[in-house]
Each structure stands twice: as C-alpha cells, then as structure tokens.
C-alpha cells in the first residue's frame, strides 16, 4: 500500500510534469499565431511545483511584454491622431510591471500635458471674449448715456427755438389756410321762407 501511495505521487508529479511540457507548447503555437489570450490562458493553470514553471512564466512575461508593445504602438497611433480617449483606451491595458510601462507612462503625461494646455488656452479665449463683451456694453452704455446728454442739451439750447419756430410755422399755415378761404355766400334767409 505505502508502496502504491509512493508510486502514486510519482505518477502525479510525471503527469503534472507531462501536462506542464504540453501547455508550454501549446502556448508557444499560441503565441506564434499571434494568439496571446489562448497562449496566457495555457500558461496561467501551471503550478509553481513542476520543473518547467520558469520556463512558462518567462514565456509569461514575454507574452506580456510583447502586448504591452501591441498597446503601446495603437496608443501612439492613436495619439498621432489626436484621439485622446483611444491611446487612454490602449494605455490602460499596459500592466505597470512590464518592459514598455515607463514608454507608457511618458505618453500618457504628455497627453495629460497636451489636454492641460488645450483646456488652459480654451478658458483663456472663453475669459477674453467674455471680457471684450463686457467692455462692449460698457461702451455701448456709456455711447447711450452720452447721446442722451447730447440730446437733452441740444433741447435745452435748441429746443425752445425749434419750438418757437414750430407754432410760428403753424401759426402761417392757419393764417394763410384762413386767408385763401372764399368768401361766404350770402344767404337771404327772408326770401327762403315757406
């Protein structure tokens, strides 16, 4: 019995083992179709106890690293373009352990520095066009109060010769409405009786 519970725990660690060369080659033809999701999902069921481990978890990291390049190259792409959202997009999926995370973490902080600036210049046009209305309308204002100044002194001085004129001009137009009038018929009332 002893002898089979020996023999039995070898033939598990041979099968662990046996298991473990198979998922690394099928791993590798993963990742040569350029299959990284199947080749990660191969590598992530192999336990620290068999003696190709390191060999799948360098295969691990190399698989890693080549996505992390992939996500790099489409957020640059991306950012080429100016589509902020997208190289965020592309950014997000690069771990901050792999090759490319410093590559990363530069393009994403000048794009942060680019947006920054886009938004400062945005608020700075916004704030001057709602300055030059404001200095609009105080002008506007103050041209207003200054023609009614004008015209009220205008009044003051003119005004009362304009008026004069006025009812003298009216006072001619009766006048003369008056004096081109005919004269009335006379009318003999003594005659006309019934």
């Avoid at 350029?34 to 978890?57: F, G, K």
């Avoid at 009362?160 to 001009?169: N, Q």
């Amino acid at each position: 019995f002893m002898r089979g519970q020996n023999l039995a725990i070898q033939v598990f660690q041979d099968k662990m083992e046996n298991e473990c060369m198979t998922l690394v080659a099928n791993a590798k033809a993963a990742k040569a179709k350029d299959n990284y999701e199947l080749a990660a999902t191969y590598l992530a069921s192999i336990l620290p106890d068999v003696s190709c481990y390191t060999d799948a978890q360098k295969l691990l990291k190399e698989i890693e690293d080549h996505r992390c390049a992939i996500s790099l190259g489409k957020a640059k792409g991306a950012w080429s373009n100016m589509n902020a959202v997208g190289a965020a997009k592309y950014l997000s999926e690069i771990s901050t352990d792999s090759n490319c995370a410093k590559d990363a973490e530069s393009l994403n902080n000048e794009i942060r520095k680019k947006l920054k600036e886009d938004a400062d210049k945005e608020w700075a046009l916004a704030y001057e066009k709602y300055n030059r209305e404001q200095v609009m309308k105080e002008k506007n204002q103050e041209h207003g109060m200054d023609m009614d100044h004008r015209n009220m002194d205008y009044k003051e001085n003119q005004g009362f010769e304009l008026e004069k004129r006025s009812i003298d001009a009216a006072r001619a137009i009766g006048v003369a409405f008056g004096e081109n009038q005919p004269p009335p018929a006379e009318i003999n009332w003594i005659d006309n009786r019934y």
